[in-house]
């Protein structure tokens, strides 16, 4: 323990205390000892997702991803709960856009055996057919209350306005007809043709002892092998003129606006700038000059912010808020006059310099738990981002300058052709007849 | 199978028992300072809590507590209208506010060097908000905002219901947001009154965890806090709720495609000798939570096995939490497509007479205190979690009450869990409440411009 009087350094992920191995098959493990309480979390990842399935199955990647968790050769899905719920632990499998997403949580004492369960989960599930059908009908639930969340359908709107028939298009959970398609056998094939060690990775991140866990982990998973994956992905098309979509949901007492653009990759070399300057529109504060003016000088919504989100492919760069009907179409405007402005006008000096003190020094509290720290070391080691990031952060954030944020601005936000989504009671002017007006 | 049965060492529960690593005083003015010297992380935790929430408000002003929390942002002569929120940002800070049944709350968590500016921003507005009456309209619509956005919620709408038709007469009979009516008229005046009545030093509690020297620490919230005058504040005695005399039902119809059901029972005050058993009866039935919200995995609880096993609901679910006086021990489901209402309420019924009728199984106590055991470590990794705890406890409950939580939950037996299931889980205390779908937005209609390029 630390005597109160000699505050400990708190070092930083970085390349000198991150413990790094491969494994023969392709898996990369990534130990951060962290030794603050008894406990552990590892975040890991798969190369896996919904970018891979066919349309007509979409959710499969999904639906595959959790019926991992749902029995394996030796244990049922009853006997596995009731031994994590037992230990206070949980092993979470979850499929996303490009992965197949790990998350345990557990004391330290019992990381050990939670890698051997999640092992088991991963190479011998055992896809029982009475708690697939239980998993769809779950799945077919929410999808049912997602139809119902004005928020969630103005967003799902955006995305298939934004990218088309891309498979970003699609939403990872499926939609109600495509679930009921799934099978038990599209998902044995899934996992068979799909689920590897090559690519993936494993953070591991608390009260732990590098060289053990590194040991652990090659005596469960070292001799996997799976089938060689092409992960290659068809391009993303730039929308060249507006798209717009109104979702009618009469009974609602508010409408959800989401307005926005293409982003980039999360490793292109504008990611930075881009980072600042979306900052600046819709993060810093209260949802930065978005919701200064929505929100504190208008009086018009409780959330009004931005979203950058990054990926292999372009992500998406979206405003979003939730405003009386009768307020939409000025909304609209604010959001676009706020995307001009951060073209046209050269951001001040003082602006400038608060929204990188803030990104620089929210540092330290992101980085104040096991699962923030191995969330940023995962992010660092999937887009490839080198392991010195966080050693380098603080000058690629102080070296964006206002004429940067103009450029990406220019580039990547064109407030005469976006894509617009609401959903939500109807407006008298709709905002899809308001957005047509060039 | 059973390879672990060995229990989580007590040596292992956070240490937050140890008194002698949290400092405790008041100043003369009566305002509770708690300090919590931790070195997990360059950063530091400032939570100021003031004795006020949706609990000590009156019919015609419900929501006020709420909405003057909103107006604490919104300026004094030193820190104009939204300066909190750059001034915090630019040092790297996270910053919120919450309101509910017993409590106000403000937080801030920042790099440790930067600690004078949230203490000189709680000191200032604990006297000098302004409460402008541009600000105070501006602020109305952006709180009816927040209600609209909940209001698209279903299970809002008929949380709302039950929990009014629950509670008849004690002020959480509302929700702490508060009645539209009243966001309609609360005037400028009311809201500063109300300010004033209730945000002075002897009905607060600052709590500061993080990297710092206790001693320094003192020090410095000394210099801020020592000279606010302390004032009278309000105590005007809150009704009781009258006992319940019979089962009442509440029926919700709305858009969807989802029916839910709620059922709503009468809880204790924290600090009742059977709040305790309550907890680990709630987690046998629906898992364990991490104390003040998160939820455990509940998929080995006995509403998960009896009600998504069996394929009726996609979530089923129960909650009770700490609060001053008995408020609420809710029972949630979500109703998978197809599944009547009347079955997955028979079902619950069915799981709760189960519990009237037989002890839990030594096991199912064993697990239950293991859960809590866990989710309190937990929680204690992150400064922010334990400086809301410390704070959340001296509100609510007391130190010792937190001191002791595990050893108390340690000490429950099979005998009084069946007990408090046969005391407080009956028909006749029960406010059974379900949302009826109505059919409409049940699919994804997009309406657009064909989803192509237009020119």
Redesign the interface.
Same mark, same amino acid.
């Given at each position: 323990m630390?005597s *109160?009087?000699t *505050?400990?350094r708190?070092p930083m992920p970085s390349p000198d205390t991150i413990v790094t191995h491969t494994l023969p098959n392709g898996l990369r493990i990534y130990v951060y000892e962290n030794p603050?309480? *008894?406990?552990v979390v590892v975040d890991g990842a798969l190369p896996f997702g919904s970018v891979y399935e066919p349309p007509e199955l979409n959710g499969l990647a999904a639906l595959t991803a959790a019926m991992l968790r749902r029995g394996t050769r030796t244990?049922s899905?009853?006997?596995l709960?009731?031994?994590?719920?037992?230990?206070?632990?949980?092993i979470e499998l979850t499929g996303g856009r490009h992965a197949l997403d790990i998350y345990i949580?557990c004391?330290s004492e019992?990381l050990s055996?939670m890698l051997e369960l999640t092992a088991q989960m991963l190479r011998e599930p055992r896809f029982p057919p009475d708690e697939f059908?239980?998993l769809k009908?779950?799945t077919?639930?929410?999808i049912?209350?997602r139809?119902?969340?004005?928020?969630a359908?103005a967003f799902?709107?955006f995305r298939?306005?934004l990218y $088309?028939d891309h498979p970003y298009g699609r939403p990872v959970t499926g939609?109600?007809d495509t679930v009921s398609r799934v099978t038990l056998e599209h998902v044995r094939a899934f996992y068979r043709q799909h689920l590897t060690p090559q690519g993936g990775q494993l953070v591991i991140v608390g009260d732990v002892r590098a060289e053990a866990v590194i040991q652990r982990v090659t005596e469960v998973l070292g001799d996997w092998h799976g089938p060689n994956l092409d992960t290659s992905l068809p391009p993303v098309e730039r *929308?060249?003129?507006?798209?717009?979509?109104?979702?009618?949901?009469?009974?609602?007492?508010?409408t959800d606006i989401v307005l926005g653009w293409l982003s980039l990759p999360r490793n292109h070399p504008d990611w930075t700038p881009l980072v600042v300057a979306n900052t600046l529109w819709g993060q810093?504060?209260?949802g930065g000059r978005i919701g200064?003016r929505v929100?504190?000088?208008? $009086?018009?919504?409780?959330?009004a912010y931005s979203t950058l989100e990054g990926n292999f492919a372009p992500g998406m760069w979206a405003a979003a808020a $939730?405003?009386?009907p009768e307020n939409v179409t000025q909304t609209i405007s604010i959001l676009l006059e706020e995307a001009r402005r951060l073209r046209e006008e050269p951001v001040t000096a003082d602006e400038l310099?608060?929204?990188q003190?803030?990104?620089? $020094?929210?540092?330290?509290?992101r980085?104040?738990?096991?699962e923030g720290l191995a969330s940023v070391i995962g992010d660092m080691a999937w887009y490839n981002l080198g392991l010195d990031y966080l050693l380098t952060y603080e000058a690629r954030v102080r070296n964006v300058t206002a004429a940067d944020i103009q450029r990406v601005a220019h580039m990547y936000m064109d407030p005469d052709n976006y894509v617009l989504a609401t959903a939500?009671p109807q407006a008298e002017v709709t905002p899809?007849q308001e957005a047509?007006v060039p | 199978m059973n390879r672990k049965q060995q229990s989580i060492p007590t040596q292992l529960a956070p240490a937050l028992a140890e008194s002698q690593t949290v400092t405790r005083v008041q100043l003369d003015n009566g305002l509770t300072v708690v300090l919590r010297e931790m070195h997990t992380a360059p950063v530091v935790s400032v939570w100021m809590w003031y004795r006020v929430g949706s609990r000590n408000e009156r019919p015609g002003y419900t929501g006020i507590s709420h909405w003057v929390e909103h107006m604490l942002f919104k300026g004094t002569p030193k820190y104009p209208p939204g300066s909190y929120d750059r001034l915090i940002s630019r040092e790297g800070g996270v910053f919120n506010a919450m309101t509910w049944l017993d409590y106000t709350a403000y937080f801030t968590t920042l790099p440790a060097a930067k600690v004078d500016l949230p203490l000189d921003i709680e000191a200032d507005r604990m006297v000098n908000c302004l409460f402008a009456p541009e600000e105070v309209e501006r602020e109305r619509t952006v709180i009816l905002s927040e209600r609209s956005m909940y209001e698209n919620r279903p299970t809002f709408v008929l949380s709302e219901e039950v929990q009014s038709t629950a509670i008849k007469v004690h002020p959480y009979h509302h929700e702490t947001i508060g009645w539209p009516t009243d966001l309609r008229t609360i005037s400028r005046d009311d809201l500063y009154n109300h300010y004033r009545a209730y945000y002075s030093p002897n009905n607060a509690v600052l709590v500061v965890a993080g990297a710092f020297h206790t001693e320094t620490m003192l020090e410095k919230v000394k210099t801020y806090f020592a000279s606010i005058e302390p004032r009278q504040v309000p105590q005007q005695p809150i009704p009781a709720e009258p006992p319940q005399r019979g089962e009442r039902r509440v029926i919700v119809r709305g858009a969807g495609d989802t029916a839910y059901l709620q059922v709503a029972f009468h809880a204790v005050a924290a600090t009742h000798p059977d709040f305790f058993p309550m907890v680990v009866l709630d987690a046998v039935l629906g898992g364990a939570k991490s104390f003040g919200g998160g939820g455990a995995s509940n998929r080995s609880s006995r509403l998960y096995r009896a009600l998504v096993m069996s394929g009726v609901a996609a979530d089923a679910d129960c909650w009770i939490g700490p609060t001053i006086d008995p408020y609420l021990w809710w029972f949630d489901l979500t109703l998978n497509e197809g599944q009547p209402l009347e079955k997955g309420e028979a079902m619950l019924w069915q799981e709760i007479e189960r519990l009237q009728n037989e002890p839990i199984t030594p096991e199912e106590l064993t697990k239950a205190i293991k859960q809590v055991r866990a989710h309190f470590i937990y929680g204690a990794e992150s400064i922010t979690n334990q400086a809301r705890w410390l704070g959340f406890a001296e509100v609510v409950t007391s130190p010792k009450w937190l001191a002791e939580y595990l050893d108390r939950v340690a000490a429950v037996t099979r005998e009084e869990v069946q007990r408090i299931a046969q005391t407080y889980l009956r028909r006749d205390q029960a406010t059974v409440g379900w949302y009826i779908p109505t059919g409409q937005n049940t699919s994804p209609i997009v309406e657009h411009n064909g989803g192509k390029d237009t020119p």
């Open positions: 630390t *109160p009087n *505050p400990q708190h603050t309480v *008894p406990a244990h899905f009853d006997t709960n009731e031994t994590l719920d037992a230990l206070g632990a949980s949580q004391l019992d055996y059908e239980r009908q779950q077919l639930t929410r049912q209350e139809y119902n969340d004005t928020r359908m799902l709107a298939r306005l $088309g939609e109600k *929308p060249k003129a507006m798209r717009a979509a109104h979702i009618p949901m009469e009974d609602k007492s508010q810093f504060g209260m200064d929100r504190e000088k208008e $009086g018009m919504a409780y959330y $939730g405003v009386a310099e608060e929204v003190s803030f990104l620089v $020094g929210s540092l330290p509290v980085l104040e738990t096991n939500g899809v047509q | -």
